[in-house]
């Protein structure tokens, strides 16, 4: 089984590299962008055993202890078979 972590600023928090991708691509002639916001996106391989709701229960305390600074950060957790 594998869950799926994206993670990302909150609304509200400056978000650098975002910007910074927004500027770069406006400066390669993508001028329909108004705004990026960069994140980041962790894999991670489960023990098959485990049921979906155990296993999301894991994961989501894995992101408040460590994969996520959830001051500044939301995440969403995706369990795939």
Known sequence: MKAIVTVGLKP?????????????LKDLGFGGVQDAR??????????????????EAQVREMCEK??????????????AS
């Open 12 to 24: 509200g928090v400056l978000d650098v590299q975002g910007k910074a991708v927004a500027g770069a």
């Open 38 to 55: 960069v994140g980041k996106r962790i894999e991670i391989q489960l023990d098959g055993n485990l049921d979906p709701a155990t296993a």
């Open 66 to 79: 460590l994969l996520a600074n959830t001051v500044i950060e939301s995440y969403r957790v995706e369990i």
